[in-house]
Every structure is written in C-alpha cells, then in structure tokens.
C-alpha cells in the first residue's frame, strides 16, 4: 500500500503532540480546550438531533383482477 504524505504529515503532527504532553490524553485535551477558547473561530454548538424513527409501511392492498 502506498503511504500517502498528507497522512503521514498528521500522524507525525499528531505523534510530537502527544509528546510534548507526555502521551496524558487528559493533558491533550485540556489544552485543546483552552486553544478553543481563545482561538479567533467560530465554534457552533447544536443540540442534539433525534433519531429518525423507522418508516412504517402500511401492508399493501390485495386487488383481485
């Protein structure tokens, strides 16, 4: 399988974060807590969609030909 160099830029991004925090996941995202916080974007927070219930079907008509 090819590796593909945008993942594999993540993953190390991803793997020096974990460091710098000493792999504590708490750590980690404490300080991605406090970057949104004070970070310039916009976050949007919605409530919770309800689950679709199931469609009923309704059984079919017997037609006599």
Known sequence: MQSDPIVAEIRNLRERRAARFG????SIVKDAQQRDK?????????????????KR?????????
Do not use: H, M, N, Y
């Not at 792999?23 to 708490?26: A, L, Q, S």
């Not at 309704?58 to 037609?63: G, H, L, M, V, W």
């Open 57 to 65: 079907t309704e059984p079919e008509a017997i037609t006599k030909r």
């Open 38 to 54: 004070v970070g310039d974007r916009q976050i949007i927070r919605r409530p919770p969609r309800r689950p679709l219930s199931p």
């Open 23 to 26: 792999f504590d996941i708490r």
